[in-house]
């Protein structure tokens, strides 16, 4: 009994001394992994709704210049020195704003939930033209030479004259399925003269961007799929195009014959990110690194929030940001998370990198910068 004690004592002091030991380099590597990720600013901005009840903002933040650019539900388009935070300007448009922006170094371009597309005076936020489109505008325009592609809630394709807000033509996308579309109108894709999309019955769309003639089409969607609208901006790698719809697969087509080159069974909701020949992609809680030429998986990582905005990398690390108000900082190569960061009451749309800093809009309306190390 005596020698049972001895022995026992032991264990519990060899216990004691290695807890002792590996506490600090515990303390230190949970401290440098935190350090990894601070924050740098946050500033309340007011959404412009008078109802306060509904704080939803879908926006992601641009950059342009130095500014950030972002939009809120209450339809206040705003500027803000990236590195202080400090508001330059806000500019109320018609409708609430979920669509990102778009820049080309001379006019800022956005749509609204009312059907209106915007060019805006980057300096002081004065509106250049405004032009409207039969539909609500929840995706991000694209600039191409002297016209500004943007899709519409009415599932066509618009072509608009940057300069003027002409629209000189306005394709379908193909048919309207009513009340299954859940995250938002796919972006469109200028690659070379063609522009590319996604509609809301699964089926990519090829155009000629001159004047709008379709080129070819590409069914992506499962056959009984509940939900089949592809969301998300088509991605160019390589002489292929790759992008997925909300139940349906992940896949590869050739760019210029819209022939399958390789696809996957994922279901992505989200824009992709693509970085060093590698599309990063989230969707279900799940966050997905593809080799994009032969669509191999190289990790796939599962992550305790369900929904996930769309990734980007800064400082050769990759984010992404959650529903539920955390932002995860994760090692591009494995997959691992570094490490995380509350910022309130979550997001609906996603960060923004700039240099070492990423951007996060969230539902109250809290615009919060963060460094990454």
Not at 101 to 125: C, E, L, R, T
């Given at each position: 009994m005596a020698l049972y004690k001895g022995k026992t004592k032991r264990l519990i002091a060899l216990f004691l001394c290695s807890v002792f030991l590996c506490l600090p380099s515990l303390l230190y590597g949970a401290k440098k992994a935190s350090s990894l990720l601070s924050v740098e600013w946050a500033k309340g901005i007011s959404s412009g709704k008078s109802d306060a009840k509904k704080k939803l903002n879908f926006s992601t933040p641009i950059i342009a210049g130095e500014k950030l650019i972002v939009g809120t539900s209450g339809g206040l388009l705003y500027a803000l020195d990236a590195?202080?935070?400090k508001k330059i300007w806000s500019t109320k448009l018609l409708g609430?704003?979920?669509?990102?922006?778009?820049?080309?170094?001379?006019?800022?371009?956005?749509?609204?939930?009312?059907?209106?597309?915007?060019?805006?005076?980057?300096?002081?936020?004065?509106?250049?033209?405004?032009?409207?489109?039969n539909g609500g505008v929840t995706s991000a325009p694209e600039i191409y030479g002297d016209m500004v592609f943007v899709g519409a809630g009415d599932n066509y394709l618009y072509a608009i004259h940057k300069s003027t807000g002409e629209v000189r033509w306005f394709s379908s996308r193909g048919r309207i399925l009513s009340g299954m579309t859940l995250k938002g109108t796919s972006s469109p894709t200028v690659i070379g003269d063609r522009v590319y999309i996604g509609s809301s019955d699964g089926v990519l769309v090829a155009y000629d961007a001159k004047d709008?003639?379709?080129?070819?089409?590409?069914?992506?969607?499962?056959?009984?799929?509940?939900?089949?609208?592809?969301?998300?901006?088509?991605v160019g790698a390589g002489g292929r195009l790759i992008f997925s719809s909300m139940e349906g697969v992940l896949s590869a087509i050739d760019i210029k014959?819209?022939?399958?080159?390789?696809?996957?069974?994922?279901?992505?909701?989200?824009?992709?990110?693509?970085?060093?020949?590698?599309?990063?992609?989230?969707?279900?809680?799940?966050?997905?690194?593809?080799?994009?030429?032969?669509?191999k998986k190289i990790w796939e990582k599962e992550l305790t929030s369900s929904e996930l905005s769309e990734p980007t990398v800064v400082n050769d690390k990759l984010l992404v940001a959650s529903v539920d108000g955390v932002l995860y900082l994760m090692d591009k190569l494995s997959g691992d998370v570094i490490s995380t960061k509350g910022f309130g009451s979550g997001t609906f749309g996603g960060p923004v990198g700039y240099g070492d800093r990423v951007f996060i809009l969230s539902n109250n309306g809290r615009l919060t910068a963060f460094r990454v190390k």
């Open positions: 590195t202080s935070g609430y704003i979920e669509a990102p922006a778009a820049f080309d170094g001379a006019n800022i371009f956005v749509g609204d939930m009312k059907g209106y597309v915007y060019a805006i005076n980057p300096s002081n936020g004065d509106i250049v033209w405004q032009t409207y489109v709008g003639t379709k080129l070819f089409t590409f069914p992506v969607a499962l056959a009984r799929s509940r939900f089949s609208d592809i969301d998300t901006k088509p014959t819209g022939r399958e080159v390789w696809s996957l069974p994922l279901a992505i909701p989200n824009n992709m990110k693509l970085d060093g020949g590698v599309i990063y992609a989230s969707g279900s809680g799940k966050v997905y690194a593809i080799d994009s030429a032969s669509g």
